[in-house]
């Protein structure tokens, strides 16, 4: 049954039909939809068309969430367009896009400290058992190079506890991927396994939240960038760098670049099982990682960075 109650119901939710039939996520989009439904509604709930005056009006009525709202609008209006309905399509640059977020990439040092800080965070009363939950969660995220959504809603069925195996599921455009954790990350999702059934046995999420369900995106950042101000006690909070979860994946790819140059490996080579491995849709997704080394080794005459811009074709990391 349909969620949207407009006259654009069934052009929404054939909308939402279509991405999620190209591998998009539904709830990515879905509740800004449902408010724009919503608005509609209210405002204009025989309209045969999306016109311009109830696009304008949508994106003036608040301006909170501005650019999703114009993302969302954008969307729809192509959507309709493409399928033969006239339709008003809010231009590219009506909001400025967004800043692009720079990476930060963990120093050795840093990251000794920052999980040092980790296996020492407190419980909370929302989250009473946060102290065996975390060391091993960012561990996880880190050693695997995980997206951070990939870690906190991992389930403990689709983990192999005899050979290391994990198969992530709930994966960006839902392209499901295998990783092997190391033997080391291995024995401590073992040793976390066993406490977990005194406090999560039923829980069907391995990095289960108190409320039953998995821990928020939200609760994530929150616990991380505590922990990464504990970790640098004697820096004032103004001057210390915005972090994110996302980064211990930035640094694993760094990480993993870093070692096949020092081994003197074939990067061109090696770029394309890092890809399948991380689950990037594109080479060139993965190329991005080789802009976070350090200036020495971007500058280093052995290496051909030029080469990159023609890099070899797309593969699959696995072929039968």
């Known amino acids: 049954m349909s969620k949207f109650i407009s006259s654009f119901a069934y052009e929404m939710t054939a909308m939402l039909d279509y991405r999620e039939a190209l591998g998009f996520s539904r709830k990515t989009h879905e ?14 709930p025989e309209a045969p068309c999306l016109t311009k005056e109830i696009v304008m009006g949508w994106i003036n009525e608040q301006w909170s969430g501005i650019k999703e709202k114009s993302t969302v609008i954008r969307l729809f209006g192509r959507y309709l367009s493409a399928v033969g309905k006239e339709s008003f399509v809010l231009p590219h640059g009506f909001v400025s896009d967004k800043k692009v977020f720079t990476p930060y990439i963990f120093t050795d040092a840093e990251l000794n400290s920052l999980f040092r800080s980790v296996d020492t965070i407190a419980a909370t009363k929302s989250e009473p058992f946060l102290p065996e939950i975390a060391p091993a969660l960012f561990r996880l995220i880190y050693t695997c190079g995980l997206r951070p959504n990939e870690g906190r ?30 033997d080391a990350m291995l024995r401590l999702a073992k040793k976390y396994d066993e406490r977990r059934v005194v406090f999560a046995k039923n829980n069907e999420y391995f990095f289960p939240s108190w409320n039953g369900g998995s821990l928020t995106n939200y609760q994530l950042a929150l616990f991380f960038n505590d922990c990464w101000k504990r970790a640098n006690p004697t820096v004032d909070e103004i001057n210390l760098p915005s972090v994110r979860v996302y980064d211990l994946r930035h640094r694993f790819a760094s990480a993993a670049l870093n070692r096949w140059l020092d081994s003197k490996q074939i990067l061109g080579a090696k770029l394309p099982y ?47």
């Open 274 to 320: 890092l890809r399948a491995y991380m689950g990037h849709e594109t080479l060139s997704e993965t190329v991005h990682y080789i802009h976070l080394l350090p200036e020495n080794l971007v500058k280093s005459a052995g290496i051909d960075w030029e080469a990159f811009d023609g890099l070899v074709p797309e593969v699959t990391l696995w072929q039968e």
């Open 153 to 182: 809603e991992l389930k403990r069925e689709n983990i192999n506890f005899k050979n290391g195996e994990i198969l992530i599921t709930n994966t960006k455009r839902k392209k499901e991927r295998m990783v092997v954790m190391s």
């Open 31 to 44: 509740a800004t939809l449902l408010k724009f439904d919503c608005f509609c509604a209210n405002n204009y």
